[in-house]
């Protein structure tokens, strides 16, 4: 098991982080909130999570260690992958996630690409007693709501700088991805950082 990754960021990619590690380029698939904490160059720590498959071995990278654990207990569902485990994470925070299961908060698992209502149904039952309670300061389910709400914008725009773009051009992208994003805030869901930050690159890529 490797439990985490020390050393230079070597590269940035919308999905992963190559970490140098002892001469050699480690590549991390991280969520978008934690590559927002990367820049190339300057030192960093990863918690790691390996998931070994028959034809491939694949190194997960968290912020933190209660992060990582949060993902290798998601996958205790079933259903629940690595990548549906780190789509979550990319979404709400851990502590999010442990109150959303705690109060059974479907719409918030419903927030997450690739769940819906009956998926999320289950996985609250399944989930219930595995997560834990909260670790940080406890919030109200409102709160939760308008802190992802306001902090969309800020997560994409440092996601856009870590990959290397300049800050106009992360400006622009961001606030072209905007009507998206107030839109999902407007249903009553969380705006979709993933997805946001895959438009924002199409159309920074559209632009050069």
Known sequence: MIAFVSGPVAALAPTTAVIEVGGIGMAVQCSPGTLAGLRIGQQAKLATSLVVREDSLTLYG???DDERQVFELLQT????GPRLAQAMLAVHAPDTLRIAVATG?????????GIGKK??????????DRLGEPVGVAVGRQ?????????????????????????????????????????????????????????????????R
Do not use: C, M
């Open 62 to 64: 968290f912020a933190d």
């Open 119 to 128: 998926g999320a149904q289950k996985l609250l039952l399944e989930l219930k």
């Open 77 to 80: 569902a079933s259903g629940v």
């Open 105 to 113: 908060d479907e719409k918030a698992l419903t927030a997450v690409p």
């Open 143 to 207: 709160g939760i709501g308008a802190a992802v709400a306001a902090s969309w914008s800020d997560q994409l725009h440092a996601a856009l700088i870590g990959l290397g773009y300049a800050t106009r051009e992360a400006d622009d992208a961001v606030a072209l991805v905007t009507p998206q994003a107030e839109a999902a805030v407007a249903a009553g869901d969380q705006p979709p950082v993933p997805r946001l930050l895959r438009a924002a690159l199409q159309s920074l890529n559209r632009t």
